[in-house]
């Protein structure tokens, strides 16, 4: 029966909860991006990402918060040595393993810098991706301006990101995961970007935005695994702003590992890739053929 029992229950509500921007990017955070970015679930978002961008070869793109360079390797895959992937991420310690991982490509190049300030490529970029970034940057707008300003004429942009609010997750206590999400919310910058990033995109110039979901849906706890250390991610980040006791992130924990074991682990969120396209030139007003030819599946993909 995996209802764990909650000790003593601390009087949590009414604590000083620190605002914003909490999360850091250090060595111990880059290997555990590393970890849950390779996951079977990560590998599918990256697929995703790929079909919607579709790089050529010999094209030139950006990857905003590359991490540890995994979608770079495979963007890089794709554009071939005659064309150019690089990544830019604020974190030395996830650019090390991103070079690492890349250090046989030459076409790699990886930037330390922020998302708010991007590296300019002669004529533009083909495409920018840029996958769970923006909820650490606290000026959106700005990013998406630099995105929009390194993009070429007709270049296009995939973004993914996450609103935890809609979690679907087979708990013993539902206040417990709310106040868990809750607390996350409180640890980024910009959470809940999904509901905000149309208008958003559109307001800096962009044209041709759609949005689609993929659902990361997983019916077994495996340790170690994108739903597992999401969850870890929650309970550290609801301890430290005092959200819940320890005994309730342990409690919260355990019944998902419980759950796992006996067979009753549901969880459910949506990933939310928002695809545009910079207006090509002499077309700003009326947006009219703005996609290159060969490009029309970015507005009318086949799935
Ligand atoms: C959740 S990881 C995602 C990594 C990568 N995009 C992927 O899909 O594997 C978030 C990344 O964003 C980077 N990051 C956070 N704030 C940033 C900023 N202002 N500019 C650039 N990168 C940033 C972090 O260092 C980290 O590598």
Avoid at 2 to 10: E, K, N
Avoid at 105 to 121: I, K, W, Y
Avoid at 253 to 282: H, I, M, Q, T, Y
Wanted: a negative charge; hydrophobic letters at 40%; aromatic letters at 6%.
């Amino acid at each position: 029966m995996c209802q764990a029992a909650i000790p003593l229950r601390g009087t949590s509500a009414g604590r000083a909860v620190r605002l914003g921007g909490m999360v850091t990017f250090n060595a111990e955070q880059a290997r555990k991006t590393d970890r849950a970015y390779n996951t079977p679930d990560m590998a599918r978002q990256r697929l995703r990402t790929l079909e919607l961008l579709q790089p050529r070869a010999d094209e030139h793109v950006l990857d905003v918060g590359c991490g540890t360079g995994l979608l770079a390797q495979e963007l890089a895959a794709l554009v071939g040595p005659g064309g150019r992937v690089v990544g830019i991420d604020v974190s030395r310690d996830m650019l090390d393993l991103a070079e690492g991982r890349c250090s046989d490509m030459t076409q790699v190049q990886f930037v330390e810098g922020s998302a708010t300030s991007l590296p300019d490529d002669g004529g533009g970029f083909d495409g920018v991706t840029c996958t769970q970034v923006l909820l650490y940057v606290a000026e959106v707008e700005l990013a998406l301006a630099e995105m929009h300003r390194v993009l070429k004429p007709g270049g296009r942009i995939v973004i993914v990101e996450t609103d935890w609010r809609g979690l679907v997750l087979n708990s013993f206590d539902g206040t417990l995961t709310r106040k868990m999400i809750a607390a996350w919310d409180q640890a980024v910058a910009s959470p809940n970007l999904p509901t905000r990033l149309g208008p958003l995109l559109r307001a800096q110039g962009f044209h041709a935005v759609r949005a689609e979901a993929l659902p990361i849906l997983s019916t077994s706890y495996v340790d170690g695994g994108w739903p597992a250390q999401m969850a870890q991610q929650f309970a550290h980040y609801a301890r430290d702003q005092d959200a819940v006791t320890g005994d309730e992130a342990d409690a919260w924990l355990d019944d998902l590992a419980c759950k796992g074991a006996d067979g009753s682990f549901f969880f459910c969120v949506n990933r939310f890739f928002f695809v545009a396209v910079r207006v090509a030139s002499g077309n700003m007003r009326t947006g009219a053929s703005v996609v290159p030819s060969g490009r029309q599946e970015l507005l009318h993909p086949k799935r």
